[in-house]
Every structure is written in C-alpha cells, then in structure tokens.
C-alpha cells in the first residue's frame, strides 16, 4: 500500500508529538484486531467530556489526522477550533506581528484605560455626525452632485434618530423605516429606482461605519437584507457588500482602447494613461490624477507612487511589461515632464498641486489660500475623469463599476502572485503593493475566481 506524504512511518511521531506539547494536547495511537485508531484531547482540559476517539479504521486515516495535526499547530490553532474561529485568530496574529515584544502587559493595560474615554467616545457617536463624517469620506470619490444626494437620502432615512448614537440603530428599524417611506412616498411617483437609490446610500454608508476602527455600526448589522425594488443589487465596494465585481479582460480593452479619441461635443480628450495606472499600476483614481513622470524609474523598473494627502506614505510597483508599452510613447512625448493627466485637465491642476507641493516640503504645512486652490481644482478634475468614464462605458455598452480598474488589478494580479512560487506570501506581497490593508484585500480581491489563462491575457492588454 502506497503511503501518503504525512505517514506516521516515514516522518516518525517526534513532529506529531511537539505539536502536542506546544498546543497542550493529549493523543496516543492505538491498534488493534479491526485497525488503527486514535485516542486524543480537544482541549488542555484532559476531562472525559474532551476525549475523543477517531473512527478512522486504516493508514491513510491514521495519516490524515497526522496531517491535520501538524497542519493545525503550524497555523496556531486548536484541533476542534472551527473556520470561524480560526479565521479571527489569523486575524489577531495578523494584527499582533508588528507589535513590540519588550512591552509589559502593565503597560498594556495602563495604555488601554488610557484609550477607553477616547474608543467609547467614537464607538457611540450620534447618527449626524457620523453621516457628515461619511460625506466628507466620499467628497473625495464622487463628484458634487451626488455628494448631494447621498446627503439627502441619508437625512430622510436617518432623520429619526439623528441626535441618537448610530450603534444602537438596529437593522430592524432601518427595514421597518424604508418600508415605511415606500409605502409613503409610492403615492408621490417614487418609481422603484428612486428607492434603489435610497437604499444603495444607505448600504455603502452602513459598510463604512462596520469598516471604521473601532466600528461606529454593528459587526452584525444586516446589510445584506436591505434590499433593492429592481432586483439587481450591484455588488461593487461602494454599495457596500462583500463582494467585488471587476472588468473582465475584454472589458478592459475596450476601455483602454476608447479612452482617447473626441466626445460627442468635439472636445479632444485622452484618458489612457491614467487609466491604465488604475488597470495596471495598482493606483487609486486620486493617486493617477497626480502622478508625475518623475515618479517612473525606467532602470529599475519602478513607480514611486504617493497617496493623494501630502506627505503620505510612498510605495514601489513593479512596471509591467504591458504598461511600460502603453506609457513609453506619453513619456518621451512630454520628455518627461509634467504629469499624466490630458493637456486641459494638468494645465488646470498641476499649478496649484506644484504649489502646495512646495510649500509643505518647506514647512510640513500647507496655507489654507492654496489647499483651497487645489482642492476646487482637483474636485473639477475628478468630476471631468468620472465624466470620462461613463461616457467610455456608455459609448462601449457597458456598466461602469466604481473603481473597477484598480480592482481589476487587484484580483488578476493576486491571482499571479498566488501561482508564483517565489512570493510565499503573496496578501503581504499585494498589500504593499497597493498600499492597502489586510481586510481590504479579503474584502474585495482574494476570494474571486479567475483563471491562469485570464491572468496571461489581463496583462498582456496594451491599447
């Protein structure tokens, strides 16, 4: 009989048995007339209630919980821990692997007394204040308008309870209130997509309070009940589900393909080069607006991207061989000067992005006068890329997903790195590489499901 990778006879019982010293665990192998079996513990505890006999009659099932053994102390956790539990202790190791070990638990505790008048505080902040903070959160995503109706629909649907704390509002109340106001507002012509709209806002906002630390709404607030009239709940990061979608490999050729060339009032525009730093330079739509030729190292084939806010953390991302094809013609064109945003759109922002720029490396600060500047001319900009977009995917046949070009890279690019042997860890290798963190790449990247063949194709896209 053949034997397996893990078998008891060639790897011997010394790993099996340190693994149940260090996680304080009980086993013996056993056999007899009928076979092999196994008597072990499931907890530290070594009570009747905690034994537990295999049903396991041959090798390979004497092998497998071998396997399953080492496997489970290797990960840090118990034999009878489920995935759920499993899944939030990762999640502590995760969070413990840059703290300082030479900090006594005194001083933990002392530090968190310190914090807990502060962590109450913001836990339980009222509704109104919580929904300008969110407001103030998506002014830099959206454009003006629909600030304003995300505004509005947050303050009908909100408006009983705005002077109350936001953790205490529960998801039945929030059912309750949008049945209500169809019920209402069904006789004022509210067609079933103007309740979609209410809904989707009140989604996304709930989302980024469960995704703010420590969390403003409840982790077990149900989200997902909250329904839409159409039937057709979009799934994308802004509406706030688990979910992602992402631009499949034709779709983002399209896009790239109808990024330059006239709108249909004559303008000359070309939207390529930022685009494709979203598809294929991990940048957030903030981040390309403001990237600049002299962020590209070419010998060492590297991008040194910045976060939008001044004086933010700095980040390294590979060139691509496919977006070195589609940039090096824009670079050499500018001779390396300036930024990659269209002729208009730079002329309009960069000024005011130099000028600030300046000041903070001189001062760490920038004068209330020039932030101001920038920041109306980069809403003017924004709105003129977001613009773009739903013209491209109009004019292609397409719905737009919010942020989808970084998203794609996100989920074609783990897809890579998982099959490369050479990244052992490929959420730290892609953390960093999009600057993002660990719950954000669960959230949206990690769990889709794309194939080898689609990752080859995705990055070999030149327009």
């Not at 719950?439 to 194939?451: G, P, Q, R, T």
Request: aromatic share 12%; glycine share 6%; net charge positive.
């Amino acid at each position: 009989m053949a034997k397996a990778e893990w078998t008891l006879w060639q790897n011997g019982k010394a790993k099996q048995k340190k693994a149940a010293k260090e996680m304080g665990l009980q086993y013996k192998w056993e056999s007899d007339r009928k076979g092999f079996k196994i008597l072990y513990f499931t907890s530290t505890v070594h009570s009747r209630a905690n034994r537990k006999f295999t049903n396991r009659k041959t090798e390979e099932a004497v092998d497998k919980f071998a396997k399953d053994l080492c496997q489970n102390w290797n990960g840090g956790k118990s034999v009878d821990m489920t995935e759920a539990e499993n899944h939030q202790w990762q999640e502590i190791k995760n969070e413990m692997s840059n703290v300082k070990d030479d900090i006594t638990v005194l001083e933990i505790v002392r530090s968190w007394k310190k914090n807990q008048k502060y962590l109450s505080q913001f836990t339980f902040k009222d509704v109104q204040s919580c929904i300008d903070k969110f407001i103030e959160h998506k002014s830099d995503e959206v454009g003006s308008d629909q600030v304003a109706s995300i505004k509005r629909h947050l303050d009908l649907v909100f408006s009983p309870w705005l002077g109350k704390s936001l953790y205490s509002v529960g998801g039945a109340e929030i059912l309750s209130r949008m049945d209500d106001l169809w019920r209402q507002k069904r006789m004022q012509n509210w067609a079933k997509e103007t309740y979609d709209k209410y809904a989707i806002s009140v989604k996304a906002f709930l989302k980024w309070g469960q995704d703010q630390e420590p969390s403003l709404v409840d982790s077990k607030f149900p989200i997902r009940k909250l329904k839409l009239k159409s039937g057709k709940d979009n799934t994308t990061h802004a509406f706030g589900v688990d979910h992602i979608k992402y631009f499949s490999t034709d779709n983002a050729y399209k896009i790239l393909d109808t990024s330059t060339g006239w709108d249909k009032q004559g303008r000359s525009f070309d939207w390529l080069p930022i685009l494709a730093m979203q598809f294929f330079g991990a940048c957030r739509p903030s981040e390309s607006m403001l990237i600049q030729w002299s962020q590209f190292d070419w010998e060492e084939n590297q991008i040194h991207v910045r976060k939008r806010k001044f004086g933010g953390g700095l980040r390294q991302v590979e060139i691509k061989p496919n977006l070195k094809e589609i940039l090096w013609l824009y670079f050499e064109r500018a001779k390396g000067k300036g930024g990659l945003l269209p002729s208009k759109c730079g002329a309009k922002l960069y000024p005011a992005f130099y000028q600030c720029q300046k000041e903070f490396s001189k001062r760490k600060k920038i004068t209330p006068v020039s932030r101001l500047d920038f920041e109306k001319k980069y809403k003017s900009v924004r709105d003129s890329a977001g613009q773009a977009n739903n013209n491209i995917a109009k004019h292609i046949g397409i719905d737009w997903i919010y942020d989808g070009p970084r998203h794609s890279f996100g989920t074609y690019r783990y897809s890579q790195l998982r099959s490369d042997n050479k990244y052992q860890d490929p959420k730290e290798f892609l953390e960093y590489e999009m600057g993002t963190g660990l719950s954000s790449l669960d959230k949206n990247y990690i769990a889709a499901k794309v194939k080898p063949k689609q990752v080859e194709k995705y990055f070999s896209i030149t327009a």
